[in-house]
């Protein structure tokens, strides 16, 4: 009987902006996927999302994998990736969760998912959660076998440093240090992350007010927006997080703009193919009220990620750098989004640096 049972809370890591030079790290690539924890009991393996969710039902092929390579008893923390052309793709894996078996059992064949283990929790009747991390990541690596895959790792600055540059070209998202010295703990911001943030000038387009405030009076988010080669504006995300007093003043420096006239994402203006707010989606089922502004300012984000091909726009909220005024809407084109050099995701897995 193992030692743990699900729901587990994974440890979890705080952001910091500069890998260390001391010793006492270990340092691994940062997947861009779904977290997930495995349990293996006999001829049973539970698949844990973060929150504490099953997906058995949305990867039936990692369970089939896993019951070929795990030993009856294990609990795993990792991720769910998804690699296409050798390049790991996290809007094919984000189509996985979906209502229809039909269609998940297209997707597992069509996009099948792979388990990437980083933590080991627990082995036989023995658990590791109270071992440091100095402990348990090679009792990890002896559990390398044919099909499992198990995450790079090391203690040189210097290489996470390497990886951290080279490996975005394969799809990952940073580099996690764990502290040589600290046990598995549940639900706390143990370890740090390193990921990587880029910035973008961008046209505000549009707003949302604040859902705890009636209209007019405070701004939720900024609706943002980039134009692509033929001059069409696509709605690219949103910035927001602002303090309560910032989105007040928000609110009357914007209330100027605000149209009812033509404007871009409205009407006869729109064209096929443009990406445009509020829309219906596959996590929401109603359309999402905005309000439309001139496009006639320009501001400074940050973000970390792109996804949805082309065009693109970006996955998590914005943050708000500062107001651009020198540049005109006009001129934020996509071409100022970088995009990282290509990089084998096999060598990845092996923890090889070798330029591209």
Partial sequence: ??????????????????????????FEPKWDGFRCLVFRDGEEVTLQSRAGKPLNRYF????????????????????????REGHLDFDALTERIHPAESRITLLAEQTPATFVAFDLLALGDESFVDEPTSVRRPRLE??????????????DP???REWFTLFEGAGLD??????????????KRVMAKYKHTRTADCVVAGLRWHKDSEPGESVGSLLLGLFDD??????VGVVGSFPVARRRELAGELAGLITDGEHPWLGDATVEGQRLPGGITRWRSTEQAWVPLRPERVV?????????????????????????????????GYAQLDEPARYDLDAVFKGEVRVP
């Fill in 60 to 83: 039936p092929e990692v369970l089939a994998q896993l019951s070929q390579v795990l030993p009856q008893q294990v609990v795993l923390d990792g991720e769910l990736v998804v690699a």
């Fill in 300 to 332: 400074e984000v940050a973000y970390e990620h792109t996804e949805g091909g082309h065009p693109a726009r970006f996955r998590h909220t914005a943050q708000f750098v500062r107001w651009r005024p020198d540049r005109e809407p006009a001129s934020c």
């Fill in 1 to 26: 009987m193992l030692p743990l049972s699900p729901p587990i809370q994974p440890m979890l890591a705080r952001p910091v902006k500069k890998i260390p030079d001391e010793a006492g790290w270990l």
């Fill in 174 to 187: 940073g580099v996690i240090g764990k502290p040589l010295d600290e046990p598995y703990t549940p639900g």
């Fill in 142 to 155: 002896k559990l390398t076998a044919e099909g499992l895959n198990i995450t790079p790792a090391t203690q």
């Fill in 158 to 160: 210097a290489t996470a």
């Fill in 230 to 235: 033929n001059g069409v504006l696509h709605h």
